[in-house]
């Protein structure tokens, strides 16, 4: 049987960042550990594929080569997505060093689940924060600095982040006496959660800052200059590290992620790096041949259109699309014309028309020649 794509068991895209591969498999590994799914062997195996998939794509050499190969990269005597011989390792392993869980201490998947153990807590942590950005297409082509202003919470500027007064002093959490933790029973199970007094410090504050009540963080207005590089489409994404909101309790600030929509255009229709636009022709200019000025996102182009033309027919601008994001190339600008028929005459130009169709035949043949030969088994 196939195995799945290990992008797809992360619930990722392809380009998904290093940050954005380790969150999305924190909340997999949160959703399928097995303490948090007794008995449940499915969960259990499927706790295990993540595991795989996290281990070979957060290594440069190795996700560049299941990028290109797939899992044939990782296939042969000895290989692994670790890459050397013995195979893929213990899930646990991994499930530890993502979570920062440290020494003997036991607890497993609760403690990440409800506050305990050691290394980052996550709770503490600043939010991450979407802003929705809308461009047009000619600022997606040439790559633009946009200023945006938003609100987030902000370090308090009166207490520096402390949450506490001038003076004040921090005393021990009189619900968990320090520990940062309670346990709370459930039958023959117990659960350690963060205490809900101090949020986990241990500590509380014995005069709180008047300007953020204690929380070291106030809602503040903030602009930001961002720059838009050529080639975006609907739905980039561009990530600002650091400028999510601030972190209460000397945590690490979220991120700020900014989305792009490309407003649509009065000519071109965008299709992939190509632009697609549709011109009218005069029926004199098709038949005759000539040459016309067409428009791209960089000025006029010249287009040569040949005798006998036809309706519907498409001309391709190599280079005159957008820039690719990868860089190093354009797209083409894609030129479909549509011939014109007038829909009214003057008595001298329906008098040349007339005397055109008796010298080319038309009345006898008003379908063109192919076209009857193909339906007349039809007749």
């Not at 990028?67 to 296939?75: E, K, M, P, T, W």
């Not at 000619?138 to 202003?149: L, V």
């Not at 979220?254 to 029926?283: A, M, N, S, W």
Request: charged content about 30%; aromatic content about 8%; overall charge positive.
């Amino acid at each position: 049987m196939a195995k799945e794509d290990y992008y797809e068991l992360l619930g990722v895209d392809r380009k998904a960042t290093d940050e954005e591969l380790k969150k999305a498999y924190r909340k997999k590994a949160v959703q399928y550990h097995p303490d948090k799914n007794p008995g449940n062997k499915e969960a259990e195996e499927t706790f295990k594929k993540v595991s795989e998939a996290y281990e070979a794509l957060k290594d440069p050499d190795k996700r560049a080569a299941y990028d290109r190969y797939g899992h044939a990269a990782f296939q042969g005597p000895g290989a692994s997505p670790r890459g050397g011989g013995g195979g893929f390792h213990d899930p646990y392993d991994i499930f530890r060093e993502v979570f920062g869980q440290q020494g003997g201490g036991g607890g497993g998947i609760f403690e990440e689940m409800f506050g305990g153990g050691g290394g980052r807590d996550s709770g503490r942590d600043g939010s991450d924060l979407r802003y929705d950005l809308e461009i047009t297409l000619e600022e997606a082509a040439r790559g633009i600095e946009k200023e945006i202003s938003f609100r987030k919470l902000m370090t308090c500027e009166h207490c520096h982040g402390s949450g506490a007064e001038a003076g004040s002093k921090r005393v021990t959490c009189p619900t968990c006496r320090g520990a940062g933790q309670v346990r709370r029973s459930g039958g023959i199970i117990v659960f350690t959660q963060t205490c809900p007094t101090c949020g986990g410090s241990g500590v509380r504050i014995e005069k709180p800052c008047r300007e953020c009540q204690g929380e070291g963080r106030t809602p503040k207005t903030t602009k930001l200059n961002v720059r838009i590089p050529p080639g975006v489409e609907t739905g980039s994404r561009l990530r600002s590290a650091g400028n999510g909101e601030a972190a209460a309790a000397g945590g690490s600030p979220g991120d700020l992620y900014i989305v792009l929509t490309v407003r649509d255009h009065e000519l071109f229709e965008r299709q992939g790096d190509d632009l697609f636009c549709e011109i009218p022709i005069k029926f004199t200019l098709a038949t005759l041949g000539g040459s016309i000025e067409v428009p791209t996102l960089t000025g006029k182009a010249h287009l040569k259109i040949p005798a006998g033309t036809q309706s519907g027919t498409t001309f391709r601008l190599r280079d005159r699309g957008m820039p690719s994001l990868r860089g190093g190339r354009h797209g083409d600008a894609l030129v479909r014309v549509q011939v014109e028929v007038p829909a009214a005459l003057t008595s001298e130009q329906r008098k040349i028309l007339e005397e055109f169709a008796r010298v080319s035949g038309d009345a006898h043949e008003p379908t063109s020649r192919k076209f009857f030969e193909k339906a007349k088994k039809f007749f």
